[in-house]
């Protein structure tokens, strides 16, 4: 019986940089505000906050809370949702 070949690691994390606006490796955040009529959904406002990640991830999470790609000459975009409506911002992270 012979030993079976060493499997390779499966890599996690972003895909090499591929030329993508300003230095993709700085952290940025998604910002999203859910605005939400209290009466209708039974809570109020919801908020979240990406942790750091690099642009090109940013702007993946952007595609999927708007439902469509960006315009990306601007930093934040409006959307209508049930009962109210979402607002979505980029911003760079803070450095430590």
Do not use: F, N
């Amino acid at each position: 019986m012979t030993a079976a070949a060493p499997v390779a690691a499966a890599r996690s994390g972003p895909t090499p940089r591929e030329g993508v606006g300003p230095d993709p490796g700085l952290g940025y955040r998604v910002r999203v505000i859910d605005h939400v009529s209290e009466q209708l959904a039974g809570v109020g406002d919801c908020l979240y906050e990406s942790p750091p990640q690099p642009l090109p991830a940013a702007r993946a999470l952007l595609r999927v809370l708007l439902g469509a790609a960006p315009d990306l000459t601007r930093s934040r975009w409006e959307r209508p949702i049930a009962g109210g409506h979402r607002s979505v911002e980029l911003v760079k992270a803070a450095r430590r």
